[in-house]
């Protein structure tokens, strides 16, 4: 769920933290837009479509939310009594995949509190659409749609599928049939009432001779005004239309692509512009019909215009089928996107910017099918696609060679037909022992040694084969065979890492097989306690025992949501099922094995992530910030957990060990759990100002996580120091934040107050430690150049660090590694590191001398203000004064004590940059690579050590020539001395 406050240029999620993240409709009550109600589950389900949970209702436009009805199954459409924000429909699809009593048309009267179904047909029959009458909301239309989803197929229509009509508010319905209407089985059905005029009301209606319908008597007689197919096409998928709430002739049908009429339906033109098709639903603005949002498979595009152009805002709400990592610095990651095609991009992104959508490519094969990196052949990649494609991508290359083992176009031909039978998502796996072999599945398992250049089966057919299970797809009206529906196929493969040509392979009917001899003989495993015809999902064979394996399967769309995860310790002879800790009614998507213990497994499940600690007997949720997402993938690798979910993107935890150190940790005790690794990078600059695709990116530096068994008062410190291997202190962190240096309202930085280092939560807290030793101290004053504050990056090396709250001290180990791409030599990185520390040591030593001598000044002036009065110290006063012009003009030799604004300094009025803003800038420029300072940088740092020691000179003349005799003469006449 998310929101704009901009009109769409940016929007903000606002449902994770909810119990599900499919979501079918949201309504906006038009009496009162802080009331939405949102009803879960896509309304046009797809093979794989993530079941709804229920309706929730919020108040306060998005800010919390109240789970108000709770069900499983699909709710496509709702909408609020345009007077009254307490009463609402819900047109409930119910489960795809089953007969379900929850089906129907549901009313609210009481903002949610109870719901009463109001029509009803069967356990077979749910509802596809309901529609008030905005100006006389007694007035409501619904369709019934008869629908059902196997593994195998797809039905759309029967006898039970209808429109109907409410002349009491949804008390009572009449079906309406005839006059006008088809004859014979309907399927969906998609209504709309025109807002300006009542009695103009359109219906699209799946149907032999099905099409668009329209009546200009309120729903009495209907004529079919537009029976074209582009209106019907793939109906199940569609079928839903939106009439200008001014003009009752414009009416938005949302297909393949975007059509709209502007002769009430008789004709339909293409929209042009959007960034992307197959379109699902359309809001026009009631206010004004120049602002179009169409909902679609690629997100949603905007136009502001009337449809003459479009934006595209970029939202995190990819659907992942399957992904895979590399083994680069920093690592890759990539996968197949539901509708968009594959996407190959990096972990992490070494420039100014942070990573960007641009820093991501399309690499070959398509959106659904698998996907794999060459192990041995860093950016060689092999993409799937339905209908058994698979492309090998050689990044920067532009060439995407197709390598499949059969090349046949399957759409449309029923799959007992084909010759090959490949699943939708038909698996690629990589052999960990054989460079360049591949195994891709159909019925059967392909082998390829040579990158996709030749294919050999290596086994039979490892599948039921049930013929019945084979057939056409979509009917009874309109048809409908993608690959989505293919049966009886190989659906997961993965060879031991330990033990070469041991090979597992599941199937989308329910049979485990597996091999340890590359193929020649197989062996049929399946797990004794696994109902039949279950969907193999996922293979894990373990990383430390080559007779250990880990299956996950699931039977969701055989209405069955029970979660399966079995385990073998003997090469598949037994199985253990492991569910303990799980939810009875939570399905499966992937298991991985923790890289380092074999303990730790991870699960990817309909709702976000599950772990386990002792190999999978017992299950807790590993929620943290991930909404309760389906997670279709898992990668478990270079320390950390890579998460692909359907819909909401690509998601990393980064450095696992901080779970496997916290699980070890006795939670009373106050410690630092984890230091990650730190990849000592400098970052490229990029002109990448607007940030359309920003990705939230990996913070830079080491994770640092510790454990505090309760919450720390904020005059409590905590502190993490940094320590050099001889023990010297190289950076203090803490969790008392430093002043601004500038305010809110500065002209030239405006700053806010800083945010502490460290966070003192109780439980766990994780900060990115930036790889940095101590800055110098920032001047208060303007500062023509240079940030000082930033110290210089560590050296590669081994690093002590030291967690402090009072006397309890934790310890551990930080590794700064150096960057893959610099080939510098190490005495270089140790004297760039040397020289900045000597900058900053003169930097501060300049501020200590500059605070002198604004000290010495204001204590003088304050001096005089004081004794002014006392006419026995008239001689004093003077000495007063021209001290404190002395001590003035001093500091002025040091910095620009009068500027203003940064400009002053430009100008010159004073002379221009003094020593500290020739300090910073230095500081600076040395600190811009890793390189050893040129001999230009110290041969200046010496200069400026020289004029510094000069004015630190003058300070000690200052004192011994001015203030001495001022203090002598103080004492005398018993006043105070100056603090200097």
């Not at 009331?35 to 896509?42: A, D, K, L, M, Q």
């Not at 709209?260 to 603005?285: C, T």
């Not at 299970?469 to 890492?497: H, L, M, R």
């Amino acid at each position: 769920m998310w929101k704009s406050t901009d009109g769409g240029r940016t929007f903000d999620s606002i449902f994770d933290d909810q119990s599900s993240q499919s979501i079918g409709s949201i309504a906006i009550a038009p009496s009162d837009p802080n009331v939405i109600y949102v009803g879960g589950g896509e309304g046009n389900p797809r093979g794989n479509v993530a079941i709804g949970l229920g309706i929730w209702r919020s108040t306060d436009a998005g800010a919390s939310w109240k789970h108000v009805w709770k069900t499983y199954g699909q709710i496509g459409e709702m909408v609020v009594d345009p007077g009254n924000s307490d009463i609402a429909f819900a047109a409930v699809l119910g489960s795809p995949f089953g007969p379900n009593e929850d089906r129907g048309i549901y009313r609210t009267q009481d903002g949610g509190e109870s719901w009463e179904r109001v029509l009803y047909k069967d356990a077979d029959t749910g509802a596809s659409v309901v529609a008030i009458d905005p100006n006389n909301p007694r007035i409501v239309f619904a369709g019934l749609w008869q629908f059902r989803r196997t593994p195998w197929t797809a039905t759309s229509g029967g006898p039970g599928s209808g429109l109907y009509r409410s002349d009491d508010g949804g008390t009572t319905w009449k079906q309406l049939t005839g006059s006008g209407l088809p004859e014979g089985d309907w399927g969906k059905v998609g209504v709309a009432i025109a807002p300006s005029d009542s009695s103009r009301v359109y219906a699209l209606i799946e149907a032999k001779e099905g099409g668009l319908f329209r009546s200009d008597d309120a729903g009495k007689t209907f004529k079919r005004i537009n029976g074209h197919a582009v209106l019907r096409q793939r109906a199940w998928y569609y079928t839903v239309l939106t009439v200008d709430p001014f003009d009752p002739d414009v009416v938005w049908v949302p297909q393949v692509p975007l059509l709209r009429s502007i002769d009430g339906g008789k004709s339909f033109q293409q929209v042009d512009g959007p960034y992307h098709g197959d379109h699902h639903d359309i809001w026009i603005d009631p206010a004004d019909p120049s602002h179009v949002y169409s909902g679609n498979d690629g997100g949603i595009d905007i136009s502001h215009d009337g449809g003459a152009t479009w934006s595209n805002p970029p939202l995190a709400l990819a659907q992942f089928y399957n992904i895979d990592v590399d083994d680069r610095v920093p690592y890759h990651v990539g996968g197949t996107i539901q509708d968009w095609g594959t996407a190959s991009g990096p972990n992490d992104c070494w420039h100014n910017t942070g990573c960007n959508l641009g820093d991501w490519s399309f690499v070959g094969g398509g959106e659904a099918g698998d996907f794999v990196y060459d192990r041995k052949r860093p950016g060689h990649i092999y993409a799937g696609e339905y209908g058994g494609y698979i492309s090998h991508y050689v990044e920067g290359t532009g060439q995407y060679r197709m390598v499949t083992a059969w090349p046949a176009n399957p759409s449309g031909i029923k799959p007992k037909d084909l010759k090959h039978r490949y699943q939708w998502t038909a698996p690629i796996a990589d052999s960990p022992h054989h460079a360049g072999r591949l195994y891709h599945g159909a019925e059967v398992v392909f082998q390829s040694d040579d990158q996709g250049q030749s294919w050999q089966a290596i086994s039979p057919d490892l599948t039921r084969n049930d013929r019945s299970k084979q057939e056409w797809s979509g009917g009874p009206i309109t048809g409908d065979i993608t690959g989505v529906e293919t049966y009886n196929t190989v659906f997961s493969i993965a060879e031991s890492p330990l033990q070469a040509g041991l090979i597992w392979v599941g199937s989308d009917d329910g049979l485990v097989h597996v091999t340890d001899n590359g193929g020649k003989d197989w062996r049929l495993v399946t797990p004794k306690g696994l109902p039949e015809w279950a969907t193999i999902e996922s293979i894990e064979p373990s990383r430390f025992d080559a007779g250990t394996a880990y299956v996950v399967a699931h039977r969701y769309r055989l209405d069955d949501r029970k979660p399966y995860v079995f385990r073998t310790r003997d090469f598949g002879k037994t199985w253990a099922a492991l569910g303990k800790g799980l939810p009875s009614d939570l399905p499966l998507w992937v298991v991985r094995e923790d890289e380092q213990d074999a303990r730790m497994l991870y699960l990817g499940t309909d709702s976000g992530v599950w772990f386990s600690r002792d190999e999978g007997v017992r299950w807790q949720e590993l929620k943290l910030n991930l909404p309760a997402v389906t997670v279709t993938d898992l990668e478990a690798r270079h320390g950390d957990l890579i998460v692909a979910t359907r819909g909401r993107a690509l998601w990393v935890l980064d450095d696992v060990a901080t779970l496997r150190a916290q699980l070890r940790h006795a939670p009373d005790q106050h410690a630092l759990l984890y230091v990650g690794e730190g990849v000592r990078a400098r970052f490229d600059g990029r002109w990448d100002f607007e940030r359309p695709g920003e990705i939230e990116g990996k913070p830079y530096g080491a994770s640092i996580s510790y454990w505090l068994p309760e919450a720390l008062k904020p005059e409590q410190e905590l502190k993490i120091e940094v320590l050099a291997a001889d023990g010297g202190l190289l950076r203090t962190l803490s969790s008392i934040a430093t002043p601004a240096k500038y305010g809110e309202d500065d002209p030239d930085e405006p700053m806010s107050a800083p945010e502490p280092e460290l966070t003192v939560t109780k439980g766990l807290n994780r900060i990115a430690y930036d790889l940095r030793a101590q800055g110098a101290r920032r001047i208060g004053a303007k500062l023509d150049m240079g940030n000082p504050e930033s110290g210089p990056l560590l050296v590669p090396g081994a690093y002590r660090l030291r967690l402090i709250q009072g006397t309890r001290i934790s310890e551990g180990t930080l590794q700064v590694v150096a960057d893959p791409r610099t080939t510098l030599p190490a005495e270089d990185l140790q004297a760039n590191f040397a020289f900045g520390r000597n900058t900053i040591a003169l930097l501060d030593r300049s501020l200590r001398t500059i605070e002198s001598f604004a000290g010495i000044t204001a204590q003088l002036a304050d001096l005089r203000k004081r004794l002014a009065t006392r006419s026995d110290l008239v001689p004093l006063l003077g000495q007063l004064e021209k001290a404190e012009a002395q001590a003035r003009s001093l500091e002025r030799g040091l910095h620009n004590p009068d500027a203003t604004v940064v400009y002053d300094v430009l100008a010159g009025r004073e002379g221009g940059a003094k020593l500290y803003s020739q300090l910073a800038p230095l500081y600076d420029w040395s600190q811009s690579s890793d390189h050893a300072p040129t001999q230009g940088m110290k041969d200046r740092l010496q200069e400026l050590a020289a004029e510094l020691a000069s004015h630190e000179a003058e300070l000690q003349q200052l004192v011994d020539d001015h203030l001495q005799p001022i203090e002598a003469a103080l004492d005398a006449a018993n006043v105070p001395h100056i603090v200097h």
